[in-house]
């Protein structure tokens, strides 16, 4: 696409916006989740959680079939809900047995409770490099990062694309490590067949406001491993109170949580699951297209499938190529954006495209200052870690180099997005580069 540079001045230098409109918003909610959530309500019965060893330990009605259901669709043996997806993490890493002096190999670019999860339970979270065309956590860093501390791997589906199961999983297997898969960004995804969420030992999806299906906030946790849904049930439901009447003998990680979903939510989720597929066509749909006009691009790389794979498309990832044009991806993202208008709903968090994605997440002040519980630094400091700590600026090459300089995400491809629009997007890219000698001055 071409404009001419004299009578199309770049909007961040007071010329004419390409969208003058705000972008559509990802409204997924409509009148059957209305009609749910009205049954519900004329129950009466709003939760039915008891935090003891009794018939509704596990939950009321909406609860249970939403368990049900998630687990039909996703091919697994056990399904639990949970009031976050941070919840489920931190269910996922107490099930497995961790504790003080542990380490767990984590990511560096995900949101950050998969990076600090293990922090609830004493363990160390030790940083791995990402892929540079997938960005999910990179394998060979993984097997480098591995000592006799280390009891786990959290391996995130970055932006709706699965880990490498196979290379990861073999990994674990070999130093027999879980495998918890933060699945929160693919629903629907697929590695070689098998949906995301279910190829490690345990998997959690979330369900927050601005996921694929959501239900305002809330989780779910899956996995095949009896004893692991077990333990995730209790840590998630006052555990400390119940495996004494329960008759529960081991006591590792059951202090538990009040980490339950509400009949209204379990509601909501069930007619959400049965949009999942609808919604993912549309959205895939939009994502094609964009990846096709993209490409044509000189200074662009649209995101990379890994082979055999289904990637979902949380953010529609893109490669910046500075050495192209001459200006940087921040120079150039934000007079992109100057071109365009915000979301519906979602105006006061601007142009929904980022440089990057979040500071790679060694960098947080969290790791940098070796502050967690109280003020000794424990568990950093604590004496029953052995290990030793490596936190610094430079300690994931390629993380940081797609932070800080050629990575572009955007969310600008969710249904109802059309046509007109993802043309909008288009045009703002091709009218910045076709007039990037003003940026260069």
């Not at 609860?63 to 049900?68: D, F, I, T």
């Not at 994502?287 to 499938?305: D, G, R």
Request: net charge positive; glycine share 8%; hydrophobic share 35%.
């Amino acid at each position: 696409m071409k404009f001419e540079k004299n009578n199309h001045k770049l909007a961040i230098h007071g010329g004419p916006k390409i969208r003058t409109k705000l972008f559509p918003f990802y409204q997924t909610i409509g009148q059957e989740e209305i009609k749910a959530v009205s049954s519900v309500l004329k129950t009466g019965v709003l939760s039915k959680y008891l935090g003891a060893w009794h018939e509704d330990f596990y939950g009321g009605p909406e609860v249970r079939r939403l368990e049900k259901e998630w687990a039909k669709y996703f091919g697994v043996k056990h399904a639990i809900s949970v009031n976050s997806a941070t919840s489920g993490l931190y269910c996922a890493v107490g099930a497995c047995g961790l504790g003080p002096g542990d380490e767990v190999i984590v990511s560096p670019y995900s949101m950050c409770i998969s990076a600090s999860a293990p922090l609830v339970y004493n363990a160390i979270p030790v940083f791995a490099d990402i892929e540079k065309d997938f960005f999910c956590i990179d394998p060979e860093s993984v097997e480098s990062k591995i000592t006799e501390r280390t009891k786990a791997i959290i391996a995130v589906d970055i932006f709706g694309q699965p880990y490498d199961a196979d290379k990861i999983n073999a990994i674990a297997k070999k130093h027999n490590l879980y495998v918890i898969e933060d699945a929160a960004q693919a629903p629907g995804a697929e590695y070689k067949g098998r949906m995301a969420g279910t190829l490690g030992d345990i998997g959690v999806y979330s369900l927050n406001y601005h996921k694929h299906i959501h239900t305002g906030e809330g989780g779910m946790v899956v996995t095949d491993n009896d004893e692991l849904a077990e333990k995730v049930r209790l840590i998630r439901n006052h555990a400390e109170a119940v495996v004494g009447d329960k008759g529960y003998s081991s006591l590792v990680n059951m202090i538990g949580f009040n980490f339950r979903m509400t009949e209204v939510e379990a509601a909501i989720a069930r007619v959400q699951l049965k949009k999942l597929d609808k919604l993912l066509e549309a959205r895939l749909k939009n994502v094609e297209y964009l990846s096709e006009k993209f490409s044509k691009f000189p200074f662009l790389e649209p995101a990379k499938v890994r082979p055999q794979c289904k990637h979902v498309f949380y953010k529609h990832p893109l490669k910046y190529k500075e050495e192209v044009v001459g200006v940087s991806r921040n120079k150039f993202i934000e007079a992109v954006k100057a071109e365009l208008m915000p979301m519906e709903s979602r105006e006061n968090q601007g142009v929904l495209i980022g440089c990057g994605y979040v500071k790679p997440l060694y960098l947080l002040p969290l790791y940098q200052k070796l502050i967690g519980f109280g003020d000794k630094g424990c568990p950093f400091k604590c004496s029953f870690y052995k290990g030793k700590l490596d936190y610094s600026e430079g300690l994931c090459p390629v993380t940081e180099k797609m932070h800080n300089k050629e990575l572009i995400t955007h969310d600008l491809m969710t249904p109802p997005f059309k046509k007109k629009d993802l043309d909008d997007l288009i045009s703002a890219f091709g009218k910045v580069y076709d007039n990037i000698s003003e940026l260069k001055k």
